[in-house]
């Protein structure tokens, strides 16, 4: 049973109940990311995520993980370019605990500048693994070119000249945009009950101000380019994008089907030719990132460098296939299948469940059910992704980036 309350002060309450489980998910979803930052405050939602669990005026930061970890649940956060979540999942007898738990550190973080200073060290040790990892790297450095000029080119967990400047009274200044109730959703999946939800929840949130801030996002322009960069590794890192379709776009379903039969399983075009035929590469995908208001399709591939250019060939080869010609029924059905069953499996527990009714009030307002995703699904024609590629796939226009031991005559030869 689906159940949505709004409080007084705009905050959406929204829950799942699942009475087959004995266990209960909890999110505090807040819509507020990366792309809200100043270039000045790059990294500084990310950073208020890490403190999240270093101590409140009622716990200290042993304290929190010890009374979670006494009743065999846990608790984590996560930042995007568009959210702070921060979630729980215990027992269901447990859940009184766990959302004064959850509301103590949302509400009550002390914020103290020796955590600050320990935890800014932590994050640019995150910084610095992650562009120790060229396979996640690429995709920062690829979307840095494609939407520069806009937030979104931002990565979510900054840069280590912002992190290093970021002190407590920034912070707390932040948190006045952070925490405004018309962009904090609270979900909950399991064995729940509302009316107890929200006996448990509403006096603790109801006592957060209104406030008048709203994000001021703008959707980028996409920027069409092609760049190497070169550093010693033993694999060339490509990524070719182009314009995808935003988390709510009418046509997104067309846009999640292409992504199935270009790259996105097993049996896709791109895996089955350029890995399976050829043995070009071990890891080549597409994929398809949904924003508010913009999205990005592409493909990723890492190739040893002698193989780029056939690579490369191979990949366009598949991109202006699906131009020249519809895609065959069986396939598309393949496809539809492959995507509606992914997606039933994917709420098959009580975290996926509240990630997705939270979600849906944030993207929709409303709940979007299985039954509607598979006519939408359903109603797909070839002719329509067909159109929907055409009108975004220019080979000419697209975005490209080479990262990895590229030489001066392939760089020439292929972005040139």
């Not at 101590?55 to 930042?79: H, M, P, W």
């Not at 840069?159 to 962009?183: G, S």
């Not at 046509?251 to 089955?272: E, K, P, T, W």
Request: hydrophobic share 45%; aromatic share 6%; with cysteine.
């Amino acid at each position: 049973m689906l159940r949505k309350t709004v409080l007084a002060n705009g905050i959406r309450v929204v829950t799942e109940q699942m009475p087959h489980f004995r266990s209960v998910s909890t999110g505090f979803w807040i819509n507020v990311g990366s792309r809200d930052e100043a270039d000045q405050e790059k990294g500084i939602t990310h950073f208020i995520e890490h403190m999240l669990f270093k101590g409140t005026s009622r716990r200290n930061a042993l304290e929190i993980a010890k009374q979670l970890d006494a009743v065999g649940g846990y608790a984590n956060a996560f930042t995007s370019k568009e959210n702070v979540c921060l979630h729980a999942k215990v027992l269901d007898r447990q859940l009184p605990l766990v959302v004064d738990i959850l509301t103590d550190i949302l509400l009550h973080s002390t914020y103290d500048p020796v955590e600050i200073d320990r935890e800014r060290q932590v994050i640019l040790q995150e910084i610095s693994m992650v562009e120790d990892t060229p396979d996640d790297y690429v995709h920062i450095l690829f979307q840095r070119d494609l939407f520069a000029g806009n937030p979104l080119a931002f990565p979510i967990y900054g840069e280590q000249q912002t992190v290093a400047a970021i002190q407590r009274r920034d912070i707390l200044a932040y948190l006045n945009q952070l925490l405004d109730p018309q962009r904090i959703v609270v979900a909950a999946a399991g064995r729940v009950e509302h009316e107890r939800f929200l006996d448990l929840i509403g006096p603790l949130l109801e006592q957060l101000p209104t406030t008048t801030l709203t994000p001021d996002r703008m959707p980028p322009v996409l920027r069409a380019h092609a760049t190497t960069i070169t550093k010693d590794l033993e694999q060339v890192h490509i990524c070719l994008g182009f314009e995808g379709c935003s988390q709510a776009d009418p046509d997104r379903f067309v846009g999640h089907l292409l992504n199935a039969l270009l790259g996105g399983s097993m049996s896709s075009r791109l895996f089955q030719e350029v890995r399976e035929k050829r043995g070009l590469a071990y890891s080549v995908f597409s994929f398809l990132n949904s924003h508010e208001d913009c999205g990005l399709a592409g493909v990723y591939a890492a190739v040893a460098p002698d193989l780029v250019e056939q690579a490369l060939s191979v990949i366009r080869r598949e991109l202006d296939a699906l131009i020249a010609r519809p895609i065959p029924a069986d396939e598309l059905e393949a496809a539809k299948q492959y995507l509606k069953g992914s997606i039933v499996l994917n709420t098959e527990s009580t975290d996926s469940r509240m990630n997705r009714i939270a979600k849906n009030e944030l993207t929709f307002g409303r709940f979007v059910a299985l039954e509607e995703i598979d006519a939408l699904i359903d109603a797909v024609t070839s002719e329509a992704i067909l159109a929907w590629f055409s009108a975004r796939y220019r080979p000419q226009q697209c975005a490209l980036l080479l990262f990895g031991p590229v030489s001066d005559d392939q760089a020439r030869a292929l972005t040139g």
